[in-house]
């Protein structure tokens, strides 16, 4: 209830932008998180999940107590750093993010009143959890939806933003998987490898032939759009290409940000105490985080886990209940732990907004039934 007047432009006490008048075309974002966890395509989504996971464990041959033996002697310590330094990560997310906004023009000099730093970060965590939940990278539009109703920036204005962080995070990532392959293989990508480089290379493909036709026919795509979203389409082309307009501030982060991710698997292999070396981590990380791109399940559960694994021990040779308990404890950082995070935050948000909005007083109903009749 709460979540759908918000989406409608009707949250209370936040204040209207001098450039953001209401539009009942614009977009409204995804609506209420709950609603799409029980849907028909969410359930067949962990349902396949939970498929890829059973048929990995069973061609490894696996024995759930060695797993539970070797993850029984992890170092608490290195394991807490790969939390701290992941988690850490978000306030770079964030201030990057807010830059990006600011550059399609998403600040105080054009009306808008941004949460706080640490408000921006409890909104990308509650979207990290979203598309840890529903599959089809929903967290994302989750974002546009969440930072429209805190203040009322144009879901179409956010959405363009983030479409451009996305592609400007894949461009670095497949770029430093490149490099890191040359550097591990000497240029001969194993075959186990390959499927990864050739899924990176087509999204590549994909991104930068369609940023190429926003830019290149924008007229005739403008004309294209039915007239009562051209508005909103404006707003999302200008959003894209005005908050890439400063690339040193999402690439620079960006790269930062990968090894960051490369940091927390290796400190998980650490606490193992597996002996792999900081470019294998970031290897299998960057490959892992590329897997996580597929719409099939929710933040790529299922397909990390395998394709992951596969690499850890067809290629690097890995002892295969080492390596499965690497991934696990690492799924558990990166997410589970978010899973729980967030729902914590999403029911906090929930009643906080509840608290902002209370529902009628029965009589006050029955007084405005009257009225209308």
């Known amino acids: 209830m709460i979540e759908q007047d918000a989406a409608r432009g009707e949250f209370p ?44 464990f069973r061609r490894l041959d696996l024995e759930p107590a060695k797993i539970w033996a070797v993850i029984q ?41 941004l949460p ?17 939940v529903v599959p089809a990278k929903l967290g994302d539009a989750y974002r546009a939806f969440l930072i429209k109703q805190e203040s009322r920036v144009p879901f179409s204005k956010a959405i363009g933003t983030i479409l451009s962080e996305r592609l400007a995070d894949l461009a670095v990532l497949c ?52 007239e009562r ?7 999302l082309h200008d959003a894209v290409f005005s908050s ?17 991710e490369g940091m927390r698997f290796w400190f998980v292999g650490a606490a193992l105490h597996s002996g792999m070396s900081p470019l294998v981590a970031l290897f299998i990380a960057l490959m892992g985080a590329l897997l996580t791109t597929l719409p099939l399940t929710p933040a790529g559960l299922g397909v990390v886990e395998a394709g992951t694994g ?10 295969p209940t080492l390596a499965v308990s690497i991934i696990l404890l690492d799924r558990v950082c990166a997410y589970w732990a978010l899973v729980g995070l967030g729902l914590v935050l999403y029911v906090r948000r929930f009643r906080r907004l509840a608290r902002l909005d209370p529902a009628p007083a029965p009589a006050t109903r029955t007084a405005g039934l009257r009225q209308a009749d």
């Open 310 to 319: 596969a690499v850890m021990v067809h290629v690097f040779g890995m002892d």
């Open 116 to 132: 706080s730093l640490n408000g921006i970060v409890e909104i990308l965590l509650l979207s990290w959890f979203a598309n840890c």
């Open 13 to 56: 006490g936040a204040g209207m932008p001098v450039d953001a008048a209401p539009d009942s075309s614009e977009p409204t974002g995804p609506g209420p998180l709950g609603r799409r966890f029980f849907r028909p395509e969410t359930i067949v989504s962990f349902l396949i999940a939970l498929a890829i996971l059973v048929f990995f």
């Open 244 to 260: 890439l307009r400063r690339p040193e501030w999402v690439v620079g982060p960006g790269i930062v940000l990968w090894l960051i």
């Open 175 to 226: 770029v430093m998987m490149a490099g890191v392959a040359v550097a591990l293989f000497h240029g001969h990508v194993p075959a186990q490898a390959t499927q990864t480089f050739i899924l990176g290379g087509a999204l590549i493909l994909v991104a930068a032939a369609g940023l190429g036709v926003m830019w290149t026919a924008r007229e005739t795509l403008h004309r294209l759009v039915p």
């Open 73 to 113: 002697h992890v170092n608490p310590w290195l394991y807490a750093m790969a939390f701290v330094v992941w988690y850490g990560g978000f306030w770079l997310r964030g201030e990057r993010w807010v830059k990006m906004l600011g550059q399609a023009g998403v600040d105080a000099r054009h009306g808008y009143h």
């Open 229 to 235: 979203f051209r508005g909103q389409y404006a707003n």
